[in-house]
């Protein structure tokens, strides 16, 4: 099949679930064809994973200008390169009547550019996140794209912000009434988010929910004695994190007799803050902040730990998780994972089972089961036993693309099937 994949920033650090995905589906022998919206940081994190050719594939849109005037010299230039962009279905990508305010800026012009090179028509379109979703509905609206979509969706956030700005009603009503209409595949991370399309009116037969997975499990490290027992985190260094409640809770555990060291991996604005938090509850010297980190790093740090750290919340902006894949991850090495209950985590993390779980913003709940951890080594041993477990069964990764590969395949021959009644139909 030719498959395409509309995406945010490609590649992603924190998103190794798209690049497996779509390393999965060209081993498989499908043309696969990615339409990022703005570059990312592959070859700082994950040189190799989809060859040295991924160049070939995919397809960025040109820098644009932020400056409106220059905006438009730069469209003047594309036009007077490709005169194609005079003529339909090219000319309705600046219909204000048709895309808002999404024309008048030329922002749907500039998603659409790299399809002047690359192919416009597919046996499926597969968009990560709502707005490459808006994107691929609103370009086969213009008529500049074809082929069937699967829409697959991670958290709440778009759909629940709660002091919404005019871009982001914007966007949910396009999502709402053209997007959900147009997608033949709605395909959300978790059971909460599904709930939530279904009562947007997203039809149930077209909804399912797909879980992210990982890659190869991670086995534990040999333990040495008398060694400090080791928390983790993974993640980027932002509010709907946590981290800061992480740190207090563990505040709160320093003078217990345990020994522990606790590791961060990941960067982002809140480093600053945190580092300065860790320092002033006087644990600096027992919490490490290592920065960004690749897969490699990632693997060998899940290999020395005991205990994983996941403390999500809801963000005063309303930002928040889908089922983070660094929890997946973790579960599937088998660390137990002291979390919270947001958004899809309770589908990963089996409280009191594979892990502990509490309500967020509550440092002292996540204290008492991180103490309840460090000082049991059966505890840990037998929630390490049954995340193995429910990690391997529910999130493997070969498993989830497998998956996606046979719902693409089905919603290619649906849509194909479709077309030839309405071409019969006009016989």
Known sequence: MKIAFFLGPFPALSETFVLRQIDFLRRQGHELHVFPQDHGTYRQVHDGLLGEDFGNFVHYPPRLAANPGVR????????????????????????????????????????????LQAPRTYDAIVSHFETPANRVAMLKRAGVLEGPMACILHTTFFFNCPHPTPAILRDVDIFKNQTLPEAGLVLPEHGRLKELLLHMGSPAQRTKTLHMGCGTPVSPAPRTAHQPLKLLSVCRLVEKKGLDDALRALAMLKKTDASWVYTILGDGPMRPAWEQLAGQLEIASQVQFLGAANEKQVRFHMAEADIFLAPSKHATSGDCEGIPVSVIEATTAGIPVVGTRHEGIPEC???????????????????????????????????????????????????????????????????????????????
């Open 72 to 115: 438009l010299l730069q469209a003047a230039g594309w036009i007077i390169k490709n005169p194609e962009l005079l003529t339909r279905p090219w000319r309705t990508l600046l219909s204000r009547a048709s895309f808002g305010s999404y024309a008048t800026s030329l922002r749907l012009l500039y998603w659409g550019l790299p399809l």
């Open 349 to 427: 993390v089996e409280d009191d089972v594979t892990g502990f779980l509490v309500t967020e913003n509550d440092p002292a709940a996540l204290a008492d089961r991180i103490s309840r951890l460090l000082a049991d080594h059966a505890k840990r041993a037998k929630m390490s036993a049954a995340a193995q477990a429910r990690g391997r069964r529910e999130f493997d990764q070969q498993t989830l693309n497998k998956t996606l590969e046979d719902l693409l395949i089905k919603l290619s021959q649906e849509d194909r099937d479709d077309q030839a009644v309405t071409s019969r139909g006009r016989i």
